[in-house]
């Protein structure tokens, strides 16, 4: 988590995928809120359109081998050190989650429920959470701690969407907090990766006598202390942000149903029309 090329590869992996899940499962439950299930993958169709997904399931295993490759290469400290493995085992069991998603959706006779796969993704981030920010301090260890918190509530919804699917508010978490997860890997890059946006009175993290440090180090206690105070305030900030965002989202696709997307135009449509023809009363007669 070091570098800011890291954080904005987190950037470009966590929010575009929240982004979407709010878009397709707003769709889905506006579409039919009685029928509402939530799915590990909002599919799309025709499958070309999935391409998120295929490029996730490429650069996965790749971010995953980088970070074995630096565990393995690695000559600092021994906590630094294994907190690459550790990294990478995380990203690991991401990618697993996505084959399984995968061999759920278009292997015949695949034995993998829905709701086993949101519990395989409650597990992968639980296991997020036991290793951000591992062996950072200073500065960095207040924003590392509120990206953990984030993936607690992912973790959370996960689990709970595998013993009911059926419930949107988690839904809604859990898209919100992969999207607020990825601007605030961003910010994290930007405010403790560079020298344009370092924090005044702060050193950003670099590499020197032949180990990282991750450490942010101020220079004054006051500056720490303003430092941790607008880094607080920033998240605040992107939390509201992505509220608005997603009430304005729903909102306007409440009011357009040209602009709904995702399974909510394919296949799991025509399903739930097909529900709801079939819950409908017959026609009334009236006998003269």
């Not at 570098?3 to 995928?17: E, M, Y």
């Not at 690695?74 to 998603?101: K, M």
Request: proline letters at 4%; hydrophobic letters at 50%; aromatic letters at 14%.
């Amino acid at each position: 988590m070091a570098s800011l090329a890291t954080h904005f590869s987190a950037f470009l992996f966590l929010f575009p995928v929240g982004l979407r899940r709010l878009l397709c499962s707003y769709s889905l439950y506006l579409k039919s809120p009685s029928s509402y299930r939530s799915k590990p993958w909002y599919f799309a169709d025709p499958r070309w359109k999935n391409l998120d997904l295929y490029a996730l399931l490429l650069a996965l295993p790749i971010a995953s081998f980088s970070e074995l490759f630096l565990f393995l290469t690695f000559s600092g400290h021994p906590t630094y050190r294994f907190a690459f493995f550790q990294q990478s085992a995380a990203v690991f069991l991401f990618w697993a989650l996505l084959v399984l998603v995968i061999l759920k959706e278009y292997v015949d006779g695949a034995a993998v429920g829905e709701g086993y796969v949101f519990v395989v993704a409650g597990v992968a981030f639980l296991v997020e959470y036991s290793v951000i920010g591992k062996g950072v301090g200073g500065l960095g260890e207040p924003v590392y701690e509120l990206l953990g918190k984030l993936s607690l509530v992912c973790a959370g919804s996960c689990l709970y969407l595998g013993v009911r699917p059926s419930a949107f508010f988690a839904e809604y978490l859990l898209s919100s907090g992969l999207v607020l997860k990825g601007t605030w890997a961003l910010q994290a890059g930007l405010n403790l990766g560079t020298d344009m946006f370092a924090l005044k009175g702060c050193h950003k993290l670099r590499v020197s006598t032949g180990q990282w440090d991750l450490d942010v180090k101020c220079a004054l206690e006051e500056d720490s202390l303003r430092g941790v105070a607008l880094m607080n305030l920033l998240f605040i900030v992107h939390a509201i942000g992505v509220v608005v965002v997603g009430f304005g989202l729903f909102g306007l696709l409440s009011c357009n149903r040209n602009l709904r997307f995702g399974d909510a135009s394919g296949p799991l449509l025509a399903q739930l029309e097909s529900e709801s023809m079939l819950m409908r009363p017959g026609p009334e007669f009236e006998l003269e």
